[in-house]
């Protein structure tokens, strides 16, 4: 008598929430204190509209939110969830983990949390640690993935440089067993630590502890070489099309949807069609939200699936970059995930904060 092992499931997304603050900063209200125009952050990035976490507001809660959208979305209890990962380059604190903070504002009682950090490229880099999570344990049924940046607490508004890109947000994916050839495929992550110098936050760590004196040399905001950063991202991405094509015996015209990181609009409209991508294919989500780090990549996937440019069994190619440096890919087949992006209203950065109002969106394809 002949016995089978039972196939290993295929682990994809599930479903998808995501997480705006309400307020908003648009390029005039950022122009004078970065002393630009208007009309030069729009020419320069392409980014309109930045959303800005209440002083309240922490990335967990940010996170905690687009984490029980994802749940909702996924038709499943939060205490099905095994695994909670959190990616961010701006934790609550320097310790515990952020996860461990979702996981108390969530209730996810059952999971096991942890975060990863691997700046811009983050998300996807947890993604693998969740995938290979579930594969490797058969008892565990969802893993919650959330990227979540408050960039806007380590900004310092007159640096032109980070002041008009950088802006919070969250999104989360639930990843668990999906059907047939769907779900995730050929992940390839990558770092750099030479390059670690080009974005950081310099002080606050073990190296550079707080000090009235690095408080008042600007220590603790954001410091980005520009120009680094954009010859880093003119290679990578191009290479990580390129080699994830020629390994899986792709063309570009295969791929339905391009979902990146999204460091500047305009840079990625501009290398998206020096690699030939169609330009319909290629998301952008960076002119309505700027550059959301960890965020960027599952908001811009949960933000396509909206639109309904992501058909059930299509076939999506993650690229993703980030400071460290790091980077990453992985082919992704769509099973028809749902997704609820909560977008409270909108106000000002100016005006006085109204009552929370969320607007819910509910997407299925």
Not at 93 to 102: D, F, H, I, N, Y
Not at 251 to 271: F, G, K, M, S
Request: net charge positive; proline share 7%.
């Amino acid at each position: 008598m002949s016995h089978t092992c039972p196939r290993t499931p295929r682990i994809g997304v599930v479903g998808m929430g995501t997480y705006l603050p309400r307020t908003t900063r648009t390029n005039q209200d950022v122009a004078a204190a970065a002393g630009v125009t208007p009309e030069w952050i729009s020419r320069r990035t392409g980014v309109h509209t930045r959303h800005v976490a209440d002083p309240a507001e922490a990335a967990s809660d940010l996170a905690a939110a687009a984490v029980r959208a994802a749940v909702a979305a996924a038709n499943i209890d939060i205490d099905q969830v095994d695994v909670l990962i959190a990616a961010t380059s701006t934790p609550d604190e320097l310790g515990p983990s952020t996860a461990c903070r979702v996981q108390a504002l969530t209730g996810a009682r059952h999971a096991v949390a942890l975060d990863v950090s691997a700046a811009c490229a983050g998300w996807l880099f947890a993604a693998r640690v969740a995938h290979d999570w579930l594969r490797g344990n058969r008892g565990s049924r969802y893993a919650a993935v959330v990227g979540v940046e408050a960039y806007s607490k380590f900004i310092d508004p007159a640096d032109r440089g980070t002041a008009v890109l950088f802006a919070d947000g969250a999104a989360a994916a639930i990843l668990g067993p999906v059907p047939g050839g769907g779900g995730f495929t050929d992940f390839r992550l990558g770092s750099d630590g030479t390059g670690a110098h080009h974005v950081l936050i310099p002080a606050g760590g073990s190296r550079i502890p707080a000090s009235p004196a690095t408080l008042g040399a600007h220590r603790h905001h954001i410091h980005m070489d520009g120009r680094a950063v954009r010859d880093f991202i003119a290679r990578i991405f191009p290479q990580l099309v390129n080699e994830a094509l020629v390994r899986n015996r792709l063309r570009l015209e295969d791929i339905d949807a391009y979902i990146t990181h999204q460091p500047n609009p305009v840079l990625l409209r501009d290398l998206g069609e020096c690699i030939g991508i169609p330009p319909e294919r290629l998301v952008i989500v960076g002119d309505e939200v700027g550059n959301i780090g960890a965020a960027s990549a599952p908001y811009a996937l949960a933000t396509a699936a909206s639109r309904g440019l992501l058909p059930r069994g299509g076939r999506i190619l993650l690229a993703v970059f980030g400071a460290g440096v790091t980077w990453g890919s992985a082919l992704l087949t769509w099973t028809g995930a749902p997704a609820i992006r909560i977008a409270p209203a909108r106000t000002p950065h100016t005006a006085a904060p109204p009552a929370r109002t969320p607007a819910v969106q509910r997407s299925s394809r």
